[in-house]
């Protein structure tokens, strides 16, 4: 079967919506109409290739001996997160149809289309080249979508610091690809998964290193979080699809794919250490941040350090459920807050609360989701963290409580500053987006069961132990606690969040970030000052000839008695040079 | 007989002065008759080296050089007259221009 | 079967026809006449590669063993197609300088195009030298009647700078035919491909500095940011897309067929020497204001890893090296064409002064997305396979080297930069009527975007094209 028919609707997308003006045909009707076919077509070989293994091989070309070959794989892992993908994908396109319907319509729909048509082409492919190719196209229609509204200064610059950072990311997944083919004279995933023993253990480290790096930059981890934040410029759709449910998974997803080199490669107790740092840090930032969208922001960098410790303490299986599960809730958080913003024109949490929004139709999805997000059973996350603890020692499950608390805090925080008891606002809600919205709540609510079946597509472990129900209290005495710091309207919460502020200014360290920039800046003016003198050295050379040439211009004075004393002078010499015997 | 060093010392001497009459002197008429001695200086060296060893090359040299000398010397003060009669003017430091 | 010597005929008539021209004082516009003699040479070179080429041998002296012979070696194909095909799409760019003289411009270029075309056809040495310093005169006459006003010094710059580069080359072909006795490739491979001795050591070297000046490469680049800026768009575009890749295709003979093996020895020092050459370009053109100096600089980055690619003494890195020579001789055009449309459009190509141009002329603002993205090696462009083959060849040599993977990351910081200053953000120039690209315009950058884009999906047109082992 022909793998590559799941990204051909995207590519038809990709094409017709760069040609084809809006007035003809609606750019989003080809873009939605081609992500059900996507759908559908994933749907239909996850259904026909279960539990079989499928691996397709195209030769693209070849150099004497070495041949690059584009290969893709349909197994289980895989097929699962193609249907996923386009599942989120075309939710989220639907609302943007509500979202987006006042902006520039070919542009957005295009560009999210060739986000899509890498996602899924990412998740199928079995050839790291093919890997990297859309991996990098990832890249490239994210910053193109940061930067979509490209007038506000805000927006270009976080698209270049975005594309900057997941660029140093692409460095390094690029030179790990090339280690791992010097050495094995293969590019294809699974081929060399089997045959890691004949690669160097040197080799193993290092790339493994490079693949975390990778991993790290595209997830937006410690050191690379702070493009996310920045790319919260973005239309809320886009952070929606790109920057919670799916780019940023891919570095998830990588790890977990290639998660057996990982393990006997010895580097998984600094990604341990990595990921513990991120949660810190990102949970702290999103306690003080003001902006819906930021804290959403902090809170799927939290929840990408989730994925990573569980990859870390060998359970690649329980992070692939967290990451599916992640998607649901997370995209249904971020087009809550596109909602807000387009209904109520502001990203401010204190501004939204001078609105007094409380209708149902509001708070009850965002309930939905926050409590997944913090872990409250029993919601979607509830059941993500049985499974992601299943290997946790006893004192990371410590830190995980405190991480568990300090989720719910920021959480519920959010929900009871923007979210007021009785509301008073006018609403003119839209079909396009009650439907993903009532989609993702009610997989929210119930999806929780799937963990129980989940075994028959991917072997994963749970266990419902005393860790997972301390969790669960410490996620409501999280909830209680942001309830009684946040709803009580005369508490200071404004000092409260000043001093937070305060704090943990150093955290963003933006400031590191601009301090290297200028260096960089600088040392290339040194380097540019250097090829001037260079340049300057080489014209030397020629005024030192040209003033060579004035002094031997003297010589043909046109005067006679020079001539005359010179051909003397020249005659006496030859005269002793004859003498001498030369 | 006298030493044939004595003669060519007389005449060595004769070519230095001459020699650097060629390139002390200002005037082009000077410089001519520089030239002439420096001429007559060598031709003396040829006459007497043929007296003091025996062979007659040297006068066929010396009677050679004489009749040379005196076209060259005719040639080169007929070209003076004439420079004198457009410019006026017999000074060596005049003929600057000779500079393609 | 094509013979050959028909692909430079349309070259020749078409200057014999420009002298008539002139003489006659027609009204045929010049450039009609090159693009149709530029045209001819594109479809008789695409029916030689369906139906096959054959060779051309006109014995000029025997003695001195000079003779026009046009034969492909294994590494012809690609540089041909890159000779064929580019200057017919950087033609259209002459209306940016050239404002008089245009029929002497259309004659030198003709000069240019036919040259190079018979210098990269050539089999024999010493015709390949007096072709390359035909090209080489005519560029600088190029470069300095159309320039700007500080061409001369820089025209004089490059012609002195490329004369000792070609003084280098003829010894090194001097003293291959006092070795060999002979300046034909073939005979001459089969001599020297398994001898190894001082004497052919010091003719790779000679061959090497003199392409390191032609590339160029640091330490002897000096002539490159004078003749690159002060010169003409189109001249440019061919300088930096065509000339560049001389020095490449003559070291590409020495290391394949001349002088395999002394060319190993040197292969570690020249890597060493293109790492930091990439990295000084890296840095200076990100320190560079002038869009149109920070894509010469750029230019020198990219020629930098191909040289890095050709040295590195394995397949994989030389066709690496010869697809990404022939990548960027298509993406630099394009780069160059798009300071002249900015020139002509704002009168200045300088960053600061420009900005938010994604506003008024977005067309524009797409090309140059398409510029920067492939020349940073984004999948589905040519440069990526390019680049990628470099380093991967680059790393079966040497591992450490990789670590030249990091100009890349630098490449990435200026592009966004140029990218950020002059696309995004509030709308400003000198000038506010700015007009989109027109339609002659548009076609040249839709051509060469195609070019760019069907080689980075389709790679191994070039790549089966080359074959390394063949005289």
Known sequence: MMLYLILLPMLISMTLTAFLKDKLVRSRLIAVSMTSLSLLISSVFFYVYFSKDLIENFSWFNIETYTFQISFIANNLHLLMAVVVSFISLLILIFSVFYMRREKQEKYYFEMSLFIFAMLGLVVSNSFILFYIFWELM?????????????????????????????????????????????????SISATLSGLSSIPQVY?????????????????????????????????????????????????????????????????????????????????????????????????????????????????DGALFYLIMHAVFKSLLFLLAGELIILFGTRNIFKLRGLEIGKPIFYVPAFIGLASLAGIPPFLGFFAHATLSYNFSISIELIFMVATFLTSLFSFRLFFTVYHKNGT??????????????????????????????????????????????????????????????????????????????????????DVLASTGTAITKFSGLVDRFEGALGEAFDSVGSLSFSLSYISRELQSGDLSNYIVIFIAGAILVMILMLVGV | MIPYEYIFYLTSILFVIAVFGMLMRKNLINFVISIEIVINAALINFAAGSYYFGYLNGVSYALLILVIAVFEAAVAIALIIFYHKITDNLEMSALKEYRG | MINLIYLILPGVLGVIALYLKDVTHSNIPSKSISYTAMGATLLLLLLGTIFGFSGFNLAISKAIDLSISFNLNGISLPFLFLAVLMPMLVLPSFKYDVFDKKLTFNVLFLVIYVSIISMFMSSNLLSLFIFMEISLLSAFFAIFLWGNESSFNSAMKFLIFTQISSMLILTAFLMVFLYTGSFELTSIGAFTHSANSIYLSTVFMLVLVAAIIKFPVFPLHAWMPGAYYDSATSITALLSGLFSKIGGYILLLFILFITPISASYFSMPVMILAVISAFYAAFIALSKKDLKMMFSYSSMLYMSLALMGIMSNNAIGIDGGIFLMISYGFISPLAFMLTGYLRSQTGTTDMTKVGGLMKKVPTFALFFFIVVFASIGVPGFSNFIGEFLVFL???????????????????????????????????????????????????????????????????????????????
């Open chain 1, 425 to 510: 606002e006018k609403i003119r809600e839209d079909k396009f987006a009650i439907i993903p919205i009532a989609t993702l709540s009610i997989l929210s609510t119930v999806g929780g069961a799937s963990l129980f079946f989940f075994n028959s597509i991917i072997p994963i472990a749970y266990s419902f132990d005393l860790f997972l129900v301390l969790d669960s209290i410490i996620a409501l005495l999280g909830l209680f606690a942001a309830y009684y710091f946040y709803s009580n309207r005369d508490f200071p919460y404004a000092k409260l969040d000043k001093k937070l502020k305060s704090i943990f200014r150093g955290v963003t360290y933006d």
């Open chain 3, 393 to 471: 060849g680059v790393f079966k040599f040497y591992p450490l080297i990789i670590i030249s993977i990091v100009s890349m990351l630098i490449a990435t910081g200026y592009y966004l930069s140029a990218v950020k200053r002059i696309v995004f953000e509030k709308f400003f120039a000198p000038v506010k009527n700015l007009h989109d690209l027109s339609k002659s315009e548009l076609i040249q950058t839709v051509a060469l975007s195609f070019v760019i884009i069907i080689l980075g999906i389709m790679p191994y047109i070039l790549i089966n094209s080359i074959n390394l082992g063949v005289v």
């Open chain 1, 139 to 187: 890249s490239i229609s994210s910053y193109l979508l940061i930067g979509f509204w490209y007038e506000k200064e805000a927006a270009s610059k976080a698209a270049k610091k975005a594309l900057i950072l997941t660029k140093v990311g692409d460095v390094s997944l690029l030179t790990a690809i090339i280690i791992l083919f010097a050495n094995t004279g293969t590019l």
């Open chain 1, 204 to 316: 193993l480290t290092v790339s493994a290193a490079l693949f975390i790096i990778a991993a790290l930059s595209k997830s937006a981890q410690f050191p690379f979080y702070v493009w996310l934040p920045d790319a919260m410029e973005a239309p809320t759709t886009v952070s929606a699809l790109l920057h919670s449910a799916t780019m940023v998974a891919s570095g998830a997803f990588l790890l977990i794919m290639i998660a057996p080199l990982m393990y006997v490669s010895g580097t998984m107790v600094y990604l341990v250490l990595i990921s513990l740092i991120t949660i810190f840090i990102s949970s702290l930032l999103a306690l003080e941040s003001v902006d819906t969208k930021r804290i959403l922001a902090y809170s799927t960098i939290d929840s990408l350090a989730f994925m990573f410790l569980a990859v870390a303490t060998l359970n690649p």
